[in-house]
């Protein structure tokens, strides 16, 4: 899975997943800094990939102020996305900005993470965290960390829900080695389904 695109990035993961037959989801976001790269998402449509939501602005402070506040992000996020996706590929996946787990929300709403987590079910939408953190939004700054991070998270014994964020460019020159890797293994990639574990972190807020 990847987060936090479209960007100028992307165009090289779909390259990458298209030379390897993979398929990916990606949950994506709609601010002013990455607007002009929606068009992309028509190809990553077509190239088989999941579009799932993850955020408009990707802005803590706002969309974490209120449950209102982030159904307004949500929503702002859903009608940007329009344009670019066919009406019969059905968004109803999302991944909350920082997790389930995050506990920015607390600065601003105790208990706002067990509300979201239960309303957006409610709402018929699906959300997923993540299981194996391949920590390109943390420490990894270089390609050879990030497949380090993930060959050494995914396991045998689950499905592997990886998290890697297609805005950076390390991040994206290691898509490939981790295919290659994970073919010569014995794992298999997917998309994210109806039936797809949901991966949810403890809920802390
Ligand atoms: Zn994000």
Known sequence: TFDDGPS?????????????????????????????????????????????????SHDYKSIYKSSDAYWDDLQKLREKLLPYVPAD????????????????????YVGLMSLLTRAVQDAGFQYFDWNVDSNDAGGAKKAQTVFNNVTAGVSQNRVSVVLQHDIHDFSVDAVEDIIVWGLNNGYSFERLTENSPGVHHGVQN
């Open 8 to 56: 100028a990035t992307t165009e090289s993961v779909l390259d990458t997943l298209k030379a390897e037959g993979v398929p990916a989801t990606f949950f994506v976001m709609a601010a002013d800094n990455n607007e002009e790269y929606l068009p992309l998402l028509e190809r990553t449509v077509q190239e088989g990939h999941l579009i799932a939501l993850h955020t408009c």
């Open 89 to 108: 590929h059905e968004i109803k996946w999302l991944r909350f900005p920082g997790g389930s787990s995050n506990t920015v929300s607390a600065h601003s």
